[in-house]
């Protein structure tokens, strides 16, 4: 009961999409929902439906947040970004 509470609060008041997103298939699913009607009203695959369930079963809460990765590596030296800031 009190995990739902908080799923509710999380729908309320979470301001990363991802993560707004992610409550609200746990909620539906919680409800009874099925898994094609969450899809059809997300616009999301069954995949990523089922994922974001089992995902929460296995992780609880912390399965709601976004991982994002650090994005690509930097390919231009330290020394060469100095040199490129004088000459810009």
């Not at 899809?39 to 369930?53: A, K, N």
């Not at 947040?65 to 060469?80: F, L, V």
């Amino acid at each position: 009961m009190e995990e739902g509470r908080k799923i509710q609060r999380i729908t309320r008041t979470a301001k990363d999409p991802v993560r707004l997103r992610r409550a609200i298939v746990v909620l539906m699913s919680g409800q009874g929902q099925a898994v094609g009607d969450i899809t059809s009203l997300l616009q999301v695959g069954e995949d990523y439906v089922r994922d974001v369930i089992h995902a929460f079963n296995e992780r609880g809460f912390a399965a709601l947040d976004p991982k994002w990765s650090g994005g690509r590596s930097r390919t231009i030296g330290e020394a060469i970004r100095e040199r490129i800031c004088l000459i810009a």
